[in-house]
């Protein structure tokens, strides 16, 4: 309830007789002080730089306010700190820690922030690969790619024996008259579906395909790529990809035994497959109704369709009885017999793939790579890079900084709650910024030790 007449001054409960009021005239304070770490993170593995890099600037240059690493950080920072929508940045323009991390305090021209507003920002997204009246900008699709592989690489202080890809497509729902929408059967909705690989917490892509293909389309060709790039820098490097059964495609797979990849990719049910492990199933309901739990028997056979694979290959099937029924689950892979069990192979290895839901999960869900509202696939796959950076600066943070924190293996929505979001009073004067944050922060030792660890990184 209002206290007075000034529109600008919130009236509350009262506290031991005294009034409670509330007003926006703090002066320069922001909420996002925490956001001073993602700016020590860039500055440590250089994504903003190098992501910038990836775009041709056209404009003329003495006409310019904001450079496009201006812009391209801005927009990236927004995201990891919470802002999804260009919209947002009409205000946050005027915040100084976004000022900070562009690395300018002032503009040039009087009627400009010193970071750039929506309009400039959307001109940014709605880029064209030949330049407009007003899109000058434009980018390159394979060095953002490129830059994604790069920096997974770099992430490791020596070539790692054996790394496993994670291969997943996913929904992306539309709610517009976006390019290249479709209605999908399976996810009952128009959507976009992207395929994701993921290395561990590492995104190694994210591309935008249409909905009206199978969800192994293109896979061959980003994994080719991928693969290709590892290898210039780990020769020697063993590499496993895991994926569900919509990637058991005889293409991929051919390519993987051509190449000298391995992979574990599950296998859709049928009754040929079912009528193999009749026995096992058997035993595991005789042994599940005698013990009232679940069950489980292991099969390993060579395996080949009738028309679609060009050889036979190893299958481990899973022949459980749970809850009163058959539960049965078959996996194809190029690992032999040798060299891992298959119960092993089954539970240990290729289980561990649901685990790569989870990121996307944190893409789509906390860094906002579901936001694909702009006209074209072309901006809309723009808007998804950007969303992939945030992730990537976000992971960076956790793995260079939080290692000997709480938030170790936090979300990348817990960090930005935890550790991004303090509100502070920003002064500047002729030598120092200062970002006096609040007295209360309850996680003021795990932001000291992550401000030690990238100083130290940086240095």
Known sequence: MPTECNADLFGFAPVERRRVVASFGGG?????AGGLLLGATDRAIGLVERFAGCFVDRRARTLIEHEVRTLVGQRVFGLALGYEDVNDHDHLRHDR???VLAGKLEARREDCAPVAGKSTLNRLELSRPEPSKYHKISHDPEAIEGLLVDLFMEAHQRAPSQIVLDLDATDDPLHGKQEGRFFHGYYDCYCYMPLYIFCGRHLLAAKLRRSNIDGAAGSVEEVARIVGQIRQRWQRVRILLRADSGFAREALMAWCE???VDYAFGLQRNDRLAEEIDAELAEAQVESQRTGRPARRFKDFQWTTRKSWSRRRRVIAKAEWTQGEANPRFIVTSLGRHEVKGRHLYEKIYCARGDMENRIKECQGELFA????SATMRANQLRLWFASMA??????????????????????????LALLKIGALVTIS?????????????????FRKAHVLLTAAVR
């Not at 320069?28 to 996002?32: E, K, P, W, Y």
């Not at 579901?370 to 509202?373: L, Y």
């Not at 992730?391 to 930005?416: D, E």
């Not at 002729?430 to 795990?446: C, E, H, L, N, T």
Request: glycine share 6%; net charge positive.
């Open 370 to 373: 579901d936001r694909t509202s």
């Open 430 to 446: 002729v030598r120092r910024i200062k970002f006096a944050m609040a007295s209360g922060y309850p996680y003021q030792d795990d």
């Open 28 to 32: 320069s304070i922001t909420s996002d």
């Open 258 to 260: 051509s190449n000298g």
């Open 97 to 99: 820690l976004f000022a």
């Open 391 to 416: 992730y990537v600066l976000l992971c960076a943070l956790r793995r260079i900084a939080l290692g000997r924190t709480r938030f170790a293996k936090a979300s990348c929505g817990s960090i930005r």
